[in-house]
């Protein structure tokens, strides 16, 4: 049921992905999700601490497979060495450094968040 619950989460999160990025169609979607898909783990992964009675197939459905579907490390790793190879110095680095400085920001607040709706 776990490997089930990974397909299925992988699958919705790849699509919304695609949804999200479709309609910024640049590097900058790829960012978007990133940043959001990082809000939404910090969030996750604090409730799922809280909650230790959750079967393990409903924390893989959201964190390894929808979550994972929808975050895209690999492509933004390509996408800031394509800005690299066409020596946009300037939008490779605020790719970089947003993509993971804000992204671990939305992270820590995602799950202060829900410490919030939890406590």
């Known amino acids: 049921m776990v490997i089930l619950g990974v397909f299925l989460g992988g699958g919705i999160g790849s699509i919304l992905r695609w949804l999200v990025t479709s309609k910024i169609s640049s590097h900058w979607g790829v ?5 959001i898909g990082a809000l939404l783990i910090g969030m996750a992964s604090e409730y799922f601490l809280s909650k230790t009675n ?3 197939e409903i924390r ?3 964190i390894t497979g929808f979550l994972g579907g929808f975050t895209t490390f690999s492509t933004y790793m390509l996408d800031f060495n394509n800005l690299l190879v066409s020596q946009k110095w300037y939008e490779a680095g605020a790719y970089l450094t947003g993509s993971i400085v804000v992204g671990f920001g939305f992270l820590v607040i995602g799950a202060k968040m829900m410490r ?3 406590a």
């Open 31 to 35: 960012m978007l999700t990133n940043i």
């Open 54 to 56: 959750l079967r393990p």
């Open 60 to 62: 893989s459905f959201i």
């Open 116 to 118: 919030l709706f939890i």
